[in-house]
């Protein structure tokens, strides 16, 4: 089987080429120089999808040589003025950046990296890979294509294109009919893959559900052995399992990542931080995404995610909703923190911006049911409304969302992983049907007074007069008390939005002395 390249593929593959027949010529005692374009470039190009990131694996020089002696041959040879540069910057080319072996970050193998014809390369040496039991770093040694390819996570991934003979290689003699019958399968036994490399049960799930292929049924059996799970806890650093994690949650079906997640049993094992104990079941994160996915066709534009990192936000929080609402205090700190902060901290590695955020997001949910309590039973207050946008920041959108999920689960029973079964019973029961259309209801007349009263950015409104104005006006220092000061003025400003600063400025010392300051003209 081959594969059609691009013009730029194709030039790549003429360089690579010309570079390795140079070398067996020059040493014609030793092995002949063979590479191959490697793994996921060879199975997006067969699946019809473009792929700017190859790996070059090279048969018996390592990565980093190889990569120096194409270099050396592209910097020797002088550039037609018509013809396309192989370097970025149309010179010589000068960054071959090495990355030496870090087992402890799991690269086994020195490599090289470069941009070549505006693809972005590594290079590395076909390897054979020997696990102890004790350990999840191998023993690595130069391998052949077959027991490169055997030591990979799944068949899909095992396959090469053997730039010599511009032929697809298949050395697990599955990778191509798995591909075309759309299954995930490991090159091994499942057990003993998984046991060499436990994070090769996430790479799974994420290709299943970035791929829409199904997981083979010995890995899933695999997959939910005690065993397997109690090593993806102690043998992977939390690090690799955050970053196996966050490309699922970008990827094109989270929803079906952590759907695999939960049917294997494995939620525990990668959402988990021994400080702090879910408040509900994980079974709540498929309800959770479920009723992402369901309200989709039912919620304002503006508290649907928009944008690859809002998407990814917004499964974030499903993914963490079992410690919605749990706090604890740590004894290094004197505050309660949100649960689900913890976790992202601790079990997931992610930025400090994640869990602030999802912290953010889940302590201020019982604000948004305060404030459309008020609004249905006193009616529409722009002082009153603003306030509650500033107080919930820039994530206002995801906040309403996220409470109008906590608000639905709340409210529904607990239905099999499938959103169909819960749009049916949302659908087919009118009681419960009734509930949750009331449930939307109310979240859309917040979002309406929020826009109508232009309350949307109101959390970056910049201050009509500021704090020393504020002291001058009304002859005092700055001090604790300016704090209320600047909060009235703030809500002056929601009452008075065409007001001007000297305005402002008479109407509070109008009423300094005042315990209640009126925001009314």
């Not at 048969?59 to 041959?73: E, I, K």
């Not at 130069?142 to 090469?160: K, Q, S, Y």
């Amino acid at each position: 089987m081959s594969i059609t390249l691009t013009e730029d593929e194709e030039r790549l593959r003429s360089l690579l080429v010309r570079t390795a027949d140079h070398l067996t010529k020059r040493n014609p005692e030793l092995e002949p120089v063979i590479i191959r374009f490697a793994g996921g470039w060879v199975r997006d190009k067969l699946l019809g999808h473009g792929s700017n990131d190859i790996d070059v694996a090279v048969n018996c020089l390592s990565g980093f040589d190889f990569a120096s002696h194409v270099q050396r041959n592209i910097n020797s040879r002088p550039n037609s003025p018509n013809s396309r540069s192989p370097s970025p910057t149309g010179k010589t080319l000068k960054s071959i950046h090495k990355i030496k072996a870090n087992p402890a970050l799991s690269k086994h193998l020195e490599t090289a990296t470069t941009t070549i014809y505006g693809l972005e390369l590594d290079f590395v040496n076909l390897r054979s890979e020997e696990y102890t039991n004790n350990s999840r770093i191998p023993t690595v040694k130069f391998g052949t294509p077959e027991e490169d390819a055997l030591r990979r996570d799944c068949t899909i991934n095992t396959l090469f294109y053997n730039l010599h003979t511009k032929q697809v290689e298949d050395y697990t003699h599955r990778g191509l009919d798995d591909l075309r019958s759309k299954v995930i399968r490991t090159p091994l036994a499942p057990f003993e893959t998984f046991c060499d490399d436990p994070l090769r049960v996430l790479r799974c799930i994420r290709f299943a559900s970035r791929l829409g292929f199904e997981i083979h049924m010995d890995a899933k059996q695999a997959m939910m052995e005690p065993m397997i799970k109690e090593a993806l806890k102690i043998k992977i650093s939390r690090e690799r399992i955050g970053v196996e994690v966050d490309k699922m949650l970008k990827g094109p079906d989270p929803y079906g990542a952590l759907e695999l997640i939960h049917s294997v049993g494995l939620y525990d094992s990668v959402f988990s931080s021994p400080i702090v104990e879910p408040h509900h079941p994980s079974e709540t994160v498929l309800r959770a995404a479920q009723t992402l996915s369901v309200l989709t066709n039912h919620l304002p534009s503006v508290l649907l995610p928009s944008n690859t990192q809002e998407k990814r936000k917004a499964y974030l929080l499903c993914s963490l909703y079992p410690y919605e609402s749990r706090f604890i205090t740590e004894k290094s700190k004197s505050k309660q923190i949100q649960a689900a902060s913890i976790v992202i901290r601790d079990a997931l590695k992610f930025p400090n911006s994640d869990s602030d955020d999802v912290g953010h997001v889940f302590a201020c949910l019982e604000k948004v049911g305060v404030e459309i309590k008020a609004l249905e039973s006193v009616g529409r207050d722009r002082v009153r409304t603003g306030s509650f946008v500033k107080e919930l920041g820039p994530q206002w959108p995801t906040i309403l969302r996220t409470w109008l999920i906590h608000q639905i689960i709340s409210t529904t029973p607990v239905v099999s992983p499938s959103m169909q079964r819960l749009q049916s019973i949302i659908t087919q029961t009118p009681a419960l049907g009734e509930a949750v259309r009331a449930l939307v209801s109310s979240t859309r007349s917040l979002v309406s007074a929020i826009e109508e009263d232009n309350l949307s950015s109101v959390h970056s409104l910049k201050p009509i007069v500021n704090g020393k104005e504020i002291a001058n006006a009304l002859g005092i220092k700055p001090g604790p008390g300016m704090r209320v000061l600047t909060d009235n003025v703030f809500k002056w400003q929601l009452a008075n939005p065409e007001g001007r600063g000297e305005d402002c400025l008479a109407w509070l010392k109008e009423n300094q002395e005042e315990d209640s300051v009126p925001v009314r003209r």
